[in-house]
């Protein structure tokens, strides 16, 4: 077994086993009790604002590839 | 104008995956708690479909088959759309997308590591490594997700798969590479892999956000293998991404 899999392995299995662990804890005060969290029943962004700026990144990343940058 | 009254005039939320299945205060109010969404119920579904998957795609990396690839890629993405649309059917199709996109993943990460030895198991430690730091950020409230970090984080997975979406089309009828640096190399690919890598992470803490009012809220017991789903749609995406970037680090 190489450095590379001993490392990457090991980070996996750590993360992993935090995830299992962490997960099922309640998130802090400082996440749960605040005004601006997100409603989820509901968007409260218009469609509009959502649609201009998906066009804005792709029309920043089609226009550098038009012009050549690779 | 009553509650009732304002949900028949203006009809209830467009969004086809939360709708009104996010009605926590009134709809499951007087649900038995043995038949809500719970975390540790959604973290041990996510458990069960991350293990489903490892086991298909162990059959994909040890049988290389195309067709096996296509097929997993294929019915993955049908099991995706009726769960984004039927959330009552996720204790069924989750499972079976889990299924599917290990088939997708065993192939294509076996290509990648012909190619570049050791990249595999590179990106498995750093999809869950990244995975495992954004939970602790999103616990402990470093990372606050707030409506304008949706919006934000919405809009740019939208652009990013109307660019993927116009590569494909160029790619088929232009007879072209597509959009050139998405499979490109150089600092603006690698930059660009890097964006989406970053996006793709970012997701990961709408679901936490997602999971946790689930379960605050009582959530029907289904929403648990949703909230177990969304979680491995993003970490594929994820996986994909990171192994996208690190072949294009090294091929340089």
């Known amino acids: 077994m190489d450095l590379n899999t001993i490392f990457f392995g090991g980070l996996a299995l750590v993360s992993l086993a935090a995830f299992f662990y962490l997960g099922k804890f309640k998130a802090s005060k400082a996440q749960t009790e605040r005004d601006d969290r997100i409603t989820w029943s509901k968007r409260s962004f218009s469609f509009r604002s959502c649609l201009t700026i998906a066009l804005g990144i792709f029309l920043i990343f089609f226009f550098l590839s038009y012009l050549g940058y690779n | ?252």
């Not at chain 2, 007087?30 to 540790?40: F, R």
């Not at chain 2, 994909?60 to 769960?83: E, H, Q």
């Not at chain 2, 999103?138 to 660019?163: C, D, H, Q, W």
């Not at chain 2, 605050?216 to 289904?222: A, D, I, R, T, Y």
């Open chain 2, 1 to 252: 104008m009553s509650r009732h009254q304002a949900l028949d005039t203006f009809g209830r939320s467009g969004n086809p995956v939360m709708g009104n299945k996010f009605d926590g205060d009134a709809q499951f109010r007087d649900m038995p708690i043995s038949q809500k969404m719970t975390l540790e119920g959604t973290v041990n579904k996510t458990g069960i479909l991350l293990l489903l998957c490892f086991a298909t795609a162990a059959v994909s990396w040890n049988i290389p088959n195309p067709i096996l690839m296509f097929t997993g890629m294929g019915v993955g993405l049908i099991a995706a759309i009726i769960t984004i649309f039927k959330p009552t059917m996720a204790s069924s199709t989750a499972p079976v997308y889990a299924l599917a996109q290990g088939l997708f993943l065993g192939g294509i990460t076996v290509m990648f590591e012909a190619q570049y030895p050791g990249i595999a198991i590179q990106a498995i430690g750093l999809t869950f490594g990244t995975l495992a730091s954004l939970l602790v950020c999103y616990k402990t409230g470093i990372i606050k997700p707030t409506e304008n970090f949706r919006l934000m984080i919405v809009s740019a997975t939208a652009g990013i798969a109307l660019l993927y979406m116009v590569n494909i089309l160029m790619t088929m009828f232009g007879g072209g590479s597509g959009i050139g640096f998405i499979h490109s190399n150089g600092l603006m690919g690698i930059g660009f892999s890097l964006f989406v890598v970053g996006i793709a992470a970012l997701n990961l803490v709408l679901d936490f956000d997602f999971i946790e009012q689930g379960s605050e809220n009582g959530l029907p017991k289904h929403m648990e293998w949703f909230g177990a789903f969304s979680l491995m749609v993003t970490l594929v995406w994820l996986y994909l991404e990171i192994l996208r970037l690190l072949a294009k680090i090294r091929s340089n």
